[in-house]
């Protein structure tokens, strides 16, 4: 084996955010800092603690507060739409009748042929 090669084992300092301190064998040369440990950390203590430095669940919840709202708003001119939609619909129908009545006495006029024929029965007479 060769001598001169392998780094240092020594012991070193862990400390926590918590201000838990535990002494370890490692090859760093310097003491250890870390966020969380077996004594704050939720698996080990039974305690649901929550750690968001960055604020990430806040910016989503607001994303997602912003996305209903606009949802809802969506669904407001949607049903609007259709309320007007069928007041439109409502207001044709009530003017179909008389366009149909209208076509319906365009049909009982006589044609030019009928009209001829008649024309000629008379002279006739």
Same mark, same amino acid.
């Given at each position: 084996m060769k001598t001169d090669i392998h780094p240092k084992y020594q012991q070193i300092t !862990?400390?926590?955010a918590c201000g838990a301190k535990f002494i370890a064998g490692s090859t760093i040369e310097k003491d250890f800092k870390t966020e969380i440990c077996s004594a704050c950390h939720p !698996?080990?203590? @039974?305690?649901?603690?929550?750690?968001? &430095? &960055? @604020?990430?669940?806040? $910016? !989503?919840?607001?994303?997602?507060r912003k *996305?209903?709202?606009? *949802? /809802?708003?969506?669904? /407001?001119k949607v049903k609007e739409e259709e309320t007007k939609e069928i007041i439109k619909e409502e207001k044709s129908e009530e003017k179909k009748p008389k $366009? *149909?009545?209208?076509? /319906?006495?365009t049909e009982k006029k006589p044609t030019k042929k009928a009209k001829k024929a008649k024309k000629a029965k008379k002279a006739e007479k």
């Open positions: !862990f400390t926590c !698996f080990y203590t @039974g305690k649901q603690k929550l750690v968001d &430095s &960055s @604020g990430r669940i806040d $910016k !989503f919840m607001a994303k997602m *996305a209903q709202e606009k *949802a /809802e708003k969506n669904v /407001e $366009k *149909a009545e209208k076509v /319906e006495k």
